[in-house]
Nanobody
Framework: QVQLVESGGGLVQAGGSLRLSCAAS????????MGWYRQAPGKQRELVAI???????NYADSVKGRFTISRDNAKNTVYLQMNSLKPEDTAVYYC??????WGRGTQVTVSS
């Protein structure tokens, strides 16, 4: 069974940075698109960023210019570098790959 394990969340002040990691196992990582989603309390889960097997990326408008998704196929790991964090970035961040595999999430809290 595919496993996705996120890490790197925490509490940070507004304007700060965090880097999330997602380690994948039991998949052919190099050929799978990988994504980061987030869910804030009382809100729907939303796409944050996605990276294809070829390294093409796409971002939600709300994080463009602040977040960067990347992948290391040798380590079966996808990253989300988050800079200039805002209180509205507070959410549980989930790693995703198809078809339908989710990590358990990591909490990111940004204080004002």
């Amino acid at each position: 069974q595919v496993q996705l394990v996120e890490s790197g969340g925490g509490l940070v002040q507004a304007g700060g940075s965090l880097r999330l990691s997602c380690a994948a196992s039991r998949i052919i990582f190099s050929i799978n698109p990988m994504g980061w989603y987030r869910q804030a309390p009382g809100k729907q889960r939303e796409l944050v960023a996605i990276i294809t097997s070829g390294g093409s990326t796409n971002y939600a408008d709300s994080v463009k210019g602040r977040f960067t998704i990347s992948r290391d196929n040798a380590k079966n790991t996808v990253y989300l570098q988050m800079n200039s964090l805002k209180p509205e970035d507070t959410a549980v961040y989930y790693c995703y790959t198809g078809p339908g595999y989710w990590g358990r999430g990591t909490q990111v809290t940004v204080s004002s």
